[in-house]
């Protein structure tokens, strides 16, 4: 029975920066691909990021190359999105979810089988 918590969103200039926790329920997190995914007001879901089982295998969406990162820690049951370098347009809801097929895919959302309830990210000056 996985259950996924996220934490660290809030209010952040644009060009800031900000880490965004995701904590597992389980000690088997490794058997999880994780992603991160978002909804802007007004907007359908989005998908971010996406992270393999053991962390060897990322993707990013366009909009975010090169500003964010994710990553995992299995010991901790924990996956990490850090975000720098963050705009306006990066204000939304940010969610994580876990597939237990060990997949991930940005655009397949509806994929994925456990969900965090979200954490509010606002870059704003």
């Known amino acids: 029975q996985l259950q996924l918590v996220e934490s660290g969103g809030g209010l952040v200039q644009p060009g800031g920066s900000l880490r965004l926790s995701c904590a597992a329920s389980?000690?088997?997190?490794?058997?999880?691909?994780i992603g991160w995914f978002r909804q802007a007001p007004g907007k359908e879901r989005e998908g971010v990021s996406c992270i393999s089982r053991s962390g060897d295998s990322t993707n990013y969406a366009d909009s975010v190359k090169g500003r964010f990162t994710i990553s995992r820690d299995n010991v901790k049951n924990t996956v990490y999105l850090q975000m720098n370098s963050l705009k306006p347009e990066d204000t939304a809801v940010y969610y994580c979810?876990?597939?237990?097929?060990?997949?991930?895919?940005?655009?397949?959302?509806?994929?994925?089988?456990?969900w965090g309830k979200g954490t509010l990210v606002t870059v704003s000056s």
């Open positions: 979810a876990a597939s237990y097929r060990g997949s991930c895919q940005l655009d397949s959302w509806y994929d994925m089988d456990y």
């Open positions: 389980i000690f088997t997190l490794n058997y999880y691909a």
